[in-house]
Every structure is written in C-alpha cells, then in structure tokens.
C-alpha cells in the first residue's frame, strides 16, 4: 500500500481516518450493490481474478467425484446403465404423449389467436462446487457472458425450478435459488389454477405462499407450477408441493407451506433456459419433435382458462406426487 | 533486505489466497456453520506483526475480493475487515505480547464486532440470518488461532519474514 513502510514516523492520513473513509465508501457500495444493481462490472472483473482460487477451492469435490465415477466396479455400472435405460424408455412414451398434446394445444391457442410459449433453447451448466454466502441462498454455475446469460434467466434442474441468474461474470455465473428469503415466483396451483406468488424462506426445503385468502382451494400435494406472470419464468414449469397448510380465523391469509420439487441442496448440474423469441407469433404447425435430443422438457401451460384441457395432472411429468403415480400407472 | 520484503510480500499474498479458498471451500452444511474466518485470522496475524506495511486499507481490499467471493453484497465484508484491521492496528503492541489464548479472545473479540456489523448490514438488506449459529464462526476461530497462529509464526520464520 504504501512504499514509505521504513520510515520511522508513520504518517498519511491515520488508520481512524482511512477507516472512516473506506466505511463510507461500503456503504456507498452496498448501496450501490442492493439497490441500484450498478456494480456489475466491477463484480465481474474481481469474479476473473478469483477464477483461479475457485478452481482450486472445487478441486476435492471434483476430484473425489472423478475417482468414484473411475473406479466404479463394473457390476454397478451395469446396474446404472440398466435402470437408466429403462427410465429413458419410460420417458420416451411420456414424451410421445405430450408431443401430441403440445401440438394439439398449440393448434388450439392457434385458432384462439393466443400465443403461448414456445420451447426455447437451453443449455446445461455445472455447479461449481465452492461454498458462498450460507445466509444466501446462491450457487455458482461455470457458464457466462460467453454463453449469451443474461441476468434474470431462469435455471431449472431435472425435476423443477432452481432460480434465476443474478449475475453473469465472464467465465461463472451466480444463480440465486428459489428459497432465498428476497426471491419470490409467480406461481399456480396446478389443479385448480389459482395464481399466487411463492417466497423463499432461506429454508432450501421450504417455500411460503404467504398471500392465499383462508378460503382458497388448496390441498396439501397439489403441484405448483410457474405461471408465467412477470416474463422472467417461462409458464408451467413444476416449483413445489404443497407440504402443509394451516388456517388461523384470526388472520386473513393461510399459512401454507410447499416443498420444492427441484433437488436444491443436492443439484450438481443446472439447466439455464432462453425464452423464446418474446411473444412472436406462432407458426401455424406445431414444431414436430425433432428437439427432443435437446433434453428439452415439454409442458403445455395449464392456464386457468377452460380453452386448454390438455394441461390435466398429466403434466406433472414424473413427480412424485403418489396420486399422480398411480394415475400413470393406471393408464 | 529488498529480497526479504519481496519474500514476504509474496508469502503474505499466499497466505491470504490460501485463506480465501478456505474460506469457500465446499463444507458439509452441518460443518461448514462452524467453518472458521480464515481471511480475518490471516488479516489480524499480517497486521500484528507487520503494522507498517498492512492496515486498513489492505483487510478492505481483501474484504472486496471475499465479498465477490461469496457472492455477498459489495463492501459487506470489506467493511468488517477493514473494521478487524483497524482493531489489530489500534492495539498490536499489546496483542503481541499476549500469551496465544489471550490473543485467540482478542480475536473472537473483533470478529463478534465483524459479525454484529454483518449483521447490521444484513437486517438492512432484507437478510434472515437464523439462530445462534451466526456467531459460531467467532468461536471456531478462537479455538483455531492457537493453531493457525503458531502455523504462520513458523512460516515467518523459515521464510524469513519479520
């Protein structure tokens, strides 16, 4: 900091001086970081220089990862070739199915003259395994600026919403999860279409719908899903199970519970999802299924309107909601 | 001489990068709440030892850098550290020649003061920073600065650094 180090006398301004000094320029920058999001750059040229001690900092995870992926015995490698292949069989015929729905729905939003959703591209990112913030609910994934991010994109992981990117750097990104006390999603109960909105709790196992009068129709075990209100998620992607509900008479809204249906503790891989180009026009045919090797997942919007009736509990794709198992079984 | 201070420039930065990456090192959950302020604890031993060439402005600095870190609001811990170092620099004389676990209570001293300024800033923004374990980073520290302590007195030591 200062070459002068040998002097006998210390001078320049004091210690107390540069304290003051530089709590004022904090606050100055906290502000600047909470309020007016203007630090972007300046974030994203320190996030480089701590490229490298990331790196170093996710090497035993990743390391211990490789070894166990390396020296996995034969026996259980078949074993997991097995059973994959038989859920990659059973996803197949899903998706056969929601192929003619999507495109049945798209032709009959088509004759509406609603638009909807089309599938956007996607792109699978990895968690970089290091630890931040415990007090805030975000990861670091290994895409960015070169990968197109943008902030706000939505993130998903195989089984549901994860959250939404908050800052794109140049080789990492921060992803800010679902369950962060600041992070609230436009939702729908996917039963009945009511539309609320569902707030992190700084819980990773627990979202709060805190604005749904005593007298909604909510059961615990209905699926919510996205609605798409607020053009950041695209509209029907799984977010959480109703877990718990209680009704207090004194107060005007429920208290109800959902538990996200995305692995958000124990996620290694994202899915960072472009909306499509917004609100163009659909083409009069639906799009045949040639993307499906884009591991791209289909769901038709189950809007509240009585237009849609293709969005039945079929669109719940292999959640674990016990009723809607023995629903696909029993067809 | 010069060679001295360029080796113990460079030893420094190793130490506060080592720090860093300590200081987001993938922990399990239950472990990682008592997951000890590395970069506080290499801040305050650099500080005591060498007031001359670290102060305020360098625990700020290396605040920033574990702000973008770990994805904590900018200038939250650059202020906490710059707080710690200002502690350090303030009272190094004494703390110096306190025996170890003397000095391991200074130190959870000034990270209580990090912590409660981090919580501060945290109520402001809209952050729920749970129960108790919130402080437990100020007792996991103080039990390791004994150790941490000797560690970089024997770095100083053979890197000749004083």
């Known amino acids: 900091m200062s070459g002068d180090t040998n002097s006998l006398f210390y001078r ?8 003051v000094l530089l709590g004022l320029l904090s606050v100055v920058l906290m502000t600047a970081d909470h309020r007016l999001n203007y630090l972007g750059s300046v974030r994203s040229a320190l996030s480089l220089l701590l490229y490298p001690l990331q790196v170093v900092a996710a090497f035993p995870p990743t390391a211990w990862d490789w070894f166990n992926e390396n020296m996995a015995s034969r026996e259980r490698l078949l074993e997991q070739n097995q059973t994959l292949r038989s859920s990659h069989l059973q996803l197949e015929v899903r998706m056969q199915r929601y192929a003619a729905l999507e495109a049945e729905n798209q032709r009959l ?65 921060t ?62 992607y799984p977010v959480g199970v109703i877990s718990h509900i209680s009704h207090d008479l004194g107060e005007p ?20 999802v472009w909306p499509p180009e917004s609100s163009k026009r659909l083409p009069p045919v639906a799009p045949p299924m040639e993307d499906a090797e884009s591991g791209d997942l289909p769901i038709a919007a189950a809007e509240t309107t009585p237009i849609a009736p293709v969005a039945e509990p079929s669109t719940h794709r292999g959640i674990e909601v016990p009723s809607q198992e023995i629903d696909e079984e029993g067809r | 001489m010069a060679a001295d201070r360029r080796n113990s420039r460079w030893l420094v930065w190793f130490t506060f990068a080592v720090a860093l990456v300590l200081s987001i090192m993938p922990l399990p959950a239950s472990v990682a709440v008592w997951r000890p302020d ?125």
């Not at chain 2, 007031?51 to 994805?71: H, K, M, N, Q």
Request: aromatic share 10%; no cysteine.
């Open chain 1, 12 to 19: 320049g301004p004091s210690a107390l001086v540069r304290l």
């Open chain 2, 38 to 162: 590395w970069p506080a604890i290499v801040l305050i031993y650099w500080v005591m030892m060498q007031p001359r060439s670290y102060g305020v402005g360098i625990g700020w600095l290396f605040g920033l850098l574990e702000d973008v870190a770990r994805g904590a609001l900018l200038g939250q811990y650059a202020f906490g550290y710059a707080l710690v170092a200002f502690l350090t620099l303030s009272f190094y004389r004494r703390i110096r020649v306190f025996p170890v676990w003397q000095q391991a209570f200074v130190v959870m001293t000034m990270l209580v003061l990090h912590l409660s300024l981090s919580l501060w800033v945290r109520g402001v923004s809209g952050e729920d920073v749970g129960g108790w374990e919130y402080w437990a980073p100020a007792v996991s520290s103080l039990l390791i600065w004994p150790f941490a302590y000797l560690l970089l007195r024997r770095l100083a030591v053979i890197y000749k650094v004083n």
């Open chain 1, 253 to 272: 809204f429920a208290r109800v519970d959902a538990q996200p249906t995305a692995f958000l503790g124990r996620v290694r891989e994202a899915l960072l």
């Open chain 1, 175 to 236: 992803v800010l999860m679902i369950t962060d006390p600041s992070h609230a999603l436009p939702v729908q109960v996917n039963r009945t279409g009511e539309r609320t909105v569902a707030v992190g709790t700084g819980d990773l196992r627990l979202l709060r719908l805190p604005y749904l009068p005593n007298n909604a129709d909510i059961r615990e075990g209905d699926l919510l899903v996205t609605s798409g209100l607020g053009d950041r998620f695209p509209a029907g």
């Open chain 1, 109 to 173: 939003r088509e004759m509406l003259g609603s638009t909807t959703h089309v599938r956007g591209r996607m792109l699978v990112a990895e968690l970089v395994s290091v630890d931040l913030d415990p007090y805030r609910h975000e990861v670091l994934i290994n895409k960015g600026l070169g990968d197109d991010l943008f902030e706000g994109q939505p993130v998903l992981d195989a089984r549901g919403v994860m959250g939404q990117v908050v800052h794109v750097g140049p080789l990492t990104s």
